[in-house]
């Protein structure tokens, strides 16, 4: 179904993908932080697309999955060059739809603004400002701690302890935060957030749309809020994000 590819990054290090160019329509998705490529919600996606006859991509960011370089030699603003990079090539073969899913949908966000080609976006609980927001969750002591040593993981799992961050992570998301301050280039978005969702909580979600519409009130948003947690992705989740797909969000 999907072909693999390559793309080179800024600093000679590929960025590794499948993309299969089908007609028409061409679905990006996006995964979240520390998630690869293949997974249930994008193996869902490429059959659809399969059906359809759209063109399917999914990819991993530099220093992560398949693809090459280090991870601590990688920032947020990195991984939006990877993404916008992956729009510029599937782009020249039709209108994007970017699925995003977390730190994904955020990403998703942020290219739209930057490519014309992003006509439709389906945001899956977008981490907004991850990493900022982050920063401010902690404690004083913990942020200092962050911010002079330079490097921190995410949280105590033990799967993010194998992965710290540099407090750069933190400054660039802050950074491209402030980006919602302008007037949003329109783009058809809908944002699907679980209402039990203990890691990006519904109520971000809601006053993203609020805020948006605050600077443009007819801007084409809007959020379906259903019973599930973070990740969206048992049978029933896919079904449901399947059908808003399908539907043309």
Known sequence: MSSPFELKGADGKLIRGDYSRGA????????????????????????????????????DCRG????????????????????SAVVQMIGVYGPVLIVGSSLGGWLAWLAAQEHGTVQNLLL????????????????PERRQTWQTAGWMPYDDDEAHRRYP????????????????LAPPRRVKTTIMHGLQDTVIP??????????????????????IFKTGDHRLSKP???VHFLRVLEKGV
């Open 202 to 223: 519904p109520a971000v979600s809601w006053r993203f749309a609020q805020h948006v519409l605050s600077q443009t009130p007819d801007f084409p948003i809007e959020i």
């Open 64 to 83: 992560t999955g398949d693809s090459e370089g280090k991870f601590t030699d990688y920032t947020l603003k990195n991984w939006l060059e990877d993404a």
């Open 165 to 180: 961050l540099s407090w750069k992570w933190v400054e660039e998301s802050e950074e491209l935060w402030q980006r919602r």
């Open 124 to 139: 899956i609980a977008p981490a907004f400002n991850m990493m900022g927001e982050r920063a401010h969750e902690i404690s």
């Open 24 to 59: 028409g329509r061409q679905v990006l998705f996006i995964n979240g932080f520390l998630s690869e490529r293949w997974g249930n919600k994008s193996r869902a996606l490429a059959e659809l697309c399969h059906h359809r006859n759209w063109g399917f991509c999914c990819f």
């Open 236 to 238: 029933n989740d896919l």
